[in-house]
């Protein structure tokens, strides 16, 4: 594997010249570009993250991912739940996105290989990863994994909470592991250098996915078990194979990082520490689940939230954790200021700056180039 | 409508610098980059041009295309004709070709909107416009324009010689014209600003899809009734509802030139003379059907043709004027000097350096322009 002194930083003026934040490479592992403050204009995709819909990013979400430092983030598009057709939704959502990235040519970069992350830092736009949350859209044929490698899709996690075709999801009762399509599935992504993504799984098919997939496997947006004993959060035993086998473990800012799901910024660095006493220090990012805009009406918008996991619990298709007062983020880790005050809160923990470079984005780097070239 | 004269010549050596053709911006509004002397690697498309598969595009068809002073080229993907699944397939070959320009930043360039003809020509690479045969892979939702036109195609030609769900094909024997689908489909590809193409049509659906659009559209491969009596050729009818409108006629080199189908440059000639007197010489261009790379063994190549063309009869999907013995191109206009040869044909028939630069690529570009946006 690349060493981390591989990853040249270039030297580029940030948004906030005086604060080092501003000068790291910042990968949101899992995250989204959008504006909670505005009711979806498409179907609720089930992420929480982004609504989708065939428009443009507005002006704010860009200003505001830019002060937030951050250089990259894969977005959830594609199918993840609900009625829809799952291929023709997931090419649908390709296309929007397409397209937004064509409207924005000077502020949003499509990433397809670990060297335009580094691009985007330098040319200061934000880089966005494709991914899915689901992999239901391969239908019965694996070789659909190529139409995605060759739209530019980067990241496919095999399962949302409900088991699918491939193997079982965090809520699925059964565990049970991952299916001989979900095999077949991993050996083409594999082949095309897509990432194996097992966030949400099962930890069976988590586990069962790590030793079959002959590239390192991700989870990109994830708490730690040993902490909190709730399905979304992944076992040491998962942790420690993935990370073992070179993978790579984000740390989400998700309720689910306290047992009453009312996670805070202390929460986040607790499960980051105990990753990377887990997985060693090279194995661990940060993957949000949540974008970099704040809410302006925290009243309305929890009014909102409280609809929406009800819907989903409704589905079928809610993780335990996910309770009427929950807010989808971690209240005192939120908006534009989230990545710097992470980063001063592990600087306080005591973490060298080359340990919080990684975590912040240089760990993901290295993986990706791993998988997808460099 | 933008005028001619708004169209600026990029300064730009060409391969030949001492060739006046080399020079002109070249535009095959339907042809293929392909090399003939292969078989193709995937599904026969049906379209006679290029094979598919996932795979790059060799140096010598590059090299040919260059060779031949090409500046763009509408190059035919997704579902024409076959078992395959429509949507499914044309999303694949979509993911291929995206794919194949990606391998080749220094070569090839995707057009997206008119200014990206000219941004080819001024880079030294050929323009690729990403356009379909046969819009059945739009099944019974028009919004499935949408997700093409997202995904970067910017042609889309209704039928192919079969009639579909949306109109009859050159050999449907009803004549019957534009279904109701097929106007919402105008429609809203008229709203996606993607060129509505009615070659191959039957000429009821050509005459109500002109009137029906309210944008131009384009008959970018086509030869004239008038000189020829064969269904794939349109009547002067079509011809002049089209240009009054402000569209686009390309002069295909096939054998459907000639009444025996063995065209040679002077068919071609003829039926670009004829279609300027009908359309004016505004609304004329080439769309070759064909690629610059020429045939190697022509015995070898015969051999093979006459097997495809046997298969297209059986399949019902070939047109009248397609006999065992026919090339799918002009035997004198072939491989990379075909352009260069048109034009000296042209200049021997009288006509101006500026209307043969119209012709060669200047009118599809204006006409483009109105359709994609500069």
Redesign the interface.
């Known amino acids: 594997m690349t060493g981390v002194a591989a990853v040249a930083l270039p030297a580029v003026a940030g948004a906030h010249p005086g604060h080092r934040a501003s000068d790291m490479i910042i990968v949101n592992t899992l995250g989204g570009l959008g504006n909670p403050n505005e009711l979806p204009d498409g179907p609720d995709t089930g992420t929480g993250v982004d609504g989708t819909g ?1 428009g443009g990013i507005e002006q704010r979400v860009i200003d505001d991912a830019r002060a937030s430092g951050l250089t990259a983030v894969n977005v959830t598009l594609g199918y993840v739940a609900g009625d829809m057709e799952p ?2 939704y997931s ?2 959502e ?3 996105w ?2 937004r990235l ?1 409207q924005r040519p000077h502020d949003l970069l499509k990433v ?1 290989n670990a060297a335009d992350i580094l691009r985007a830092k330098a040319e200061n736009k934000i880089g966005i990863i494709y991914g899915f949350q689901n992999a239901a859209m391969m239908g019965d044929d694996a070789s ?1 994994a ?7 899709v980067r990241v496919i996690q095999l399962t949302y909470n409900p088991g699918n075709q491939l193997g079982d999801g965090s809520m699925a009762p059964e565990n049970l592991g991952i299916t001989p399509f979900g095999r077949e599935v991993i050996e083409r992504l594999n082949a095309d250098r897509v990432i194996v993504d097992l966030s949400h799984s099962g930890e069976r098919t988590c586990l069962e996915a790590a030793a079959h997939s002959r590239q390192p496997i991700s989870i990109n947006h994830t708490g730690c078990r040993a902490l909190v004993d709730l399905p979304r959060n992944k076992t040491d035993e998962e942790l420690r194979l993935v990370a073992s086998k070179g993978g790579f473990v984000g740390i989400y800012f998700m309720p689910f990082l306290d047992p009453q799901s009312r996670a805070t910024a202390d929460d986040v660095v607790a499960h980051i520490d105990h990753a990377v006493n887990v997985c060693g220090e090279d194995h661990v990012g940060i993957g949000t689940d949540g974008g970099t805009t704040g809410i302006d009406d925290m009243a309305a918008y929890r009014a909102r939230i409280a609809k929406q996991i009800a819907d989903r619990r409704a589905a079928g298709i809610g993780a335990i954790g996910e309770n009427p007062d929950t807010v989808p983020f971690v209240l005192d880790l939120n908006g534009p200021t989230q990545f710097h005050k992470l980063a001063d809160l592990l600087r306080q923990r005591g973490y060298t700056e080359n340990r919080i470079e990684k975590i912040m984005g240089l760990n993901f780097i290295n993986y990706a180039r791993e998988i997808w070239g460099a």
């Open positions: 065939r291929f023709e090419v649908r390709i296309g929007i397409d397209a064509r397809l659909r190529d139409i995605f490698a060759d739209l530019g």
